[in-house]
C-alpha cells in the first residue's frame, strides 16, 4: 500500500474552493495535491521519470483519505489588498484601489507528525519510487503558498479506521491537461485555468445498521384534509403530537391495553423509548414548480423493526399487526357518509381545529412514494431539528459544528457519511418555509417548537451521497414529529 502523508508546518492551512466560499477546502482533496506535485515536477525541470511517475500516479484507482488531527476552521474575513497596477500606469502607494479578498484557513496542530495521509491500495513499482520520494521532497506548500507543508511517499501496511472516500482524484490525462492550460496562461489566455476534477473515489460499502423507519408505502398511513381552518405546515410539531395522542387513546379503546413504546414514544416507567418508534410526518404541497407549502395531511411511519414483526409467519404476528389497524380505525368519528373524520386541536394551537380523514382523493402530494425513492441528492422539505446546542459562538464553528451533528444524525438512522453537506437558512425544496422568521419577523411567525425542543437550532440541508440511498430520510431531534423530513432530488436541481 503506497502512503503519501502531509503535515502543514505552521499549523495553519489556507486552502480556498473558490471565491464565493467561506468554508476552507478540507480535508484538501487529491486532485489539489497531484497538482501541487505537477507543480513540483515544472519547477523541476520537468524531469522524463518524474513525468513518468506522475502519469503511473494518476492512472492509479483513486486513493482513500485518512486525518491524523482534527482540525479547526479559522473565522474568515475580508481583507482588502491592492491589485496589480495597468501596464504603464503608475500610482502612488497611498492611492492604489483596494480590493476584498477572503483566506478560508484552517488551525492544525503545529507540533503533529503527520495531518492528512492519502492512502492508494497499490505498490509503487521500484522504477517510479525515486522519482516519487523526490516530487514530494520538492512540495514545499499545497493551497496557498502561505501553506507550508512536508509530504513524504511510504509504504504501509495496515488501514486505519475512518477512512473518507475521495470525492476530486485525478485521472488519466490530468498532466497533459494540466500541461495545456499552463501553455495557455502564459500565452496570455487569462481565463485558462483549471477545473476541479469529478472523479470520485470508489463509495463504501452499504451500512449493516437497519433504517428506522418502514420503507414500504402501503405501510404509510395517511390521512387528507377534510374540512376546518387548514394548518400551517410550520404547526407541524404540535399537530404531529395531537395525532399522537389521538393516536394512544384511541389503541386504549380499541385494545384494552396502553398503547406500547413504538407508538407512544417512552417506556412504561416514562422513559424515552430506547427503540425507534412511530413518526408523524407532513403531506404537503413541496417540491413541484408551482407549490405553496400547503398543509394537505399527515401520514402515520411505524418504526422498520413493528412492520417486520407483522411480516412474520405465525398468530402472533397476524394480532400484533390487527391491533394497529384497529387504533387506526378507531380514531375520529364515523359520519354519515361512513367516512371516519379525525378533529385535530392542538394545545396553544388557537382556534381552529382541523378535520382529517382517510385518503382517497389521490393527490400527488400525498404519495408517500416522493419522500421513499433512491436518490443520490436530498434536501430538507422541514428543516432539521439539531440534537444538541451549539456551542461555538463564530458563524464558521457553529457551521462546522452543525455539520457534524447533521453527520452523526445520519450515521444513527442507518444512512452512510454524506460527500457533502450544505446548511442554510432557506430550503432547496420548492414551497418549504425556512429554517427561521426573516429578520424583524415575530417569532411566532417561525415553526412551532415542543417544551422538549428548548432553544436548539433548526437548519435546512442538503445530502450528497457518493451512491444513492433509500428514503425515508428523517434526521435530527424532532424526526418522530416530521422535522427533519427529506425529499430525494433530481439530478441538476440546485
Not at 414514544?265 to 424515552?272: K, L, N, T
Request: some cysteine; aromatic content about 6%.
Amino acid at each position: 500500500m503506497l502512503c503519501l502523508d502531509i503535515a502543514w508546518l505552521t499549523g495553519t492551512a489556507f486552502l480556498a474552493r473558490d471565491p464565493s466560499d467561506l468554508a476552507p477546502d478540507w480535508p484538501p482533496q487529491p486532485d489539489r495535491i497531484f497538482s501541487a506535485l505537477v507543480a513540483s515536477w515544472g519547477l523541476g525541470g520537468e524531469d522524463p521519470a518524474e513525468r513518468a511517475a506522475l502519469e503511473w500516479l494518476e492512472s492509479q484507482e483513486p486513493p482513500r483519505l485518512h486525518l491524523s488531527e482534527q482540525a479547526h476552521p479559522r473565522q474568515t474575513v475580508k481583507v482588502y489588498v491592492p491589485p496589480n497596477d495597468p501596464k504603464g500606469v503608475t500610482v502612488l502607494p497611498a492611492n492604489r484601489k483596494r480590493q476584498d479578498r477572503t483566506f478560508p484557513a484552517l488551525a492544525l496542530d503545529p507540533g503533529a507528525r503527520v495531518h492528512l495521509s492519502l492512502l492508494w491500495d497499490t505498490e509503487a513499482p521500484e522504477k517510479h519510487r525515486p522519482a516519487l520520494d523526490a516530487l514530494a521532497r520538492r512540495t514545499s506548500h499545497m493551497g496557498h503558498s502561505a501553506s507550508l507543508v512536508r509530504a513524504m511517499f511510504r509504504d504501509g501496511d495496515a488501514l486505519p479506521d475512518g477512512l473518507l472516500v475521495s470525492r476530486r482524484a485525478p485521472y488519466r490525462g490530468r498532466l497533459a491537461e494540466l500541461e495545456a492550460l499552463y501553455r495557455r496562461h502564459m500565452a496570455g489566455a487569462a481565463n485558462a485555468r483549471p477545473r476541479p476534477a469529478t472523479r470520485r473515489g470508489t463509495p463504501p460499502a452499504a451500512p449493516t445498521s437497519p433504517r428506522p423507519f418502514a420503507t414500504d408505502s402501503a405501510q404509510w398511513v395517511v390521512f387528507e384534509h377534510a374540512g376546518g381552518a387548514r394548518p400551517d405546515l410550520r404547526a407541524q410539531a404540535g399537530l404531529a403530537e395531537a395525532l399522537r395522542l389521538a393516536l394512544m387513546e384511541a389503541w386504549t379503546q380499541a385494545n384494552r391495553t396502553p398503547a406500547p413504546a413504538w407508538i407512544s414514544g417512552h417506556e412504561s416507567d416514562g422513559a424515552p423509548a430506547r427503540d425507534p418508534h412511530l413518526a408523524v410526518v407532513p403531506m404537503a404541497n413541496l417540491g413541484w414548480d408551482h407549490s405553496d407549502g400547503r398543509l394537505i395531511g399527515l401520514a402515520l411511519v411505524p418504526p422498520a423493526s413493528e412492520t417486520s414483526a407483522w411480516a412474520a409467519p405465525g398468530p402472533a404476528a397476524f394480532e400484533r399487526r390487527r391491533a394497529f389497524r384497529q387504533a387506526v380505525a378507531r380514531l375520529g368519528e364515523v359520519e354519515p357518509d361512513g367516512r371516519a373524520i379525525l378533529t385535530l386541536a392542538p394545545q396553544g394551537g388557537g382556534a381552529w381545529r382541523w378535520r382529517l380523514a382517510p385518503a382517497t382523493s389521490g393527490l400527488r402530494s400525498l404519495d408517500p412514494a416522493r419522500y421513499l425513492g433512491r436518490a443520490a441528492m436530498w434536501a430538507s422539505a422541514t428543516p432539521v431539528l439539531l440534537d444538541r446546542h451549539l456551542k461555538s459562538a463564530e458563524p464558521p464553528e457553529r457551521s462546522a459544528e452543525a455539520e457534524d451533528m447533521i453527520r452523526a444524525a445520519c450515521a444513527r438512522v442507518g444512512l452512510p457519511d454524506p460527500a457533502a453537506v450544505t446548511l442554510t437558512k432557506h430550503a432547496a425544496v420548492a414551497g418549504a418555509p425556512p429554517a427561521r422568521p426573516a429578520g424583524g419577523n415575530p417569532s411566532w411567525t417561525g415553526w412551532a417548537r415542543r417544551k422538549s425542543f428548548g432553544g436548539r437550532a433548526l437548519v435546512h440541508a442538503r445530502l450528497a451521497f457518493d451512491a444513492a440511498v433509500t428514503g425515508p430520510v428523517l434526521l435530527g431531534a424532532g424526526r418522530f414529529r416530521g422535522l427533519g423530513l427529506f425529499l430525494p432530488m433530481r439530478e441538476g436541481q440546485a
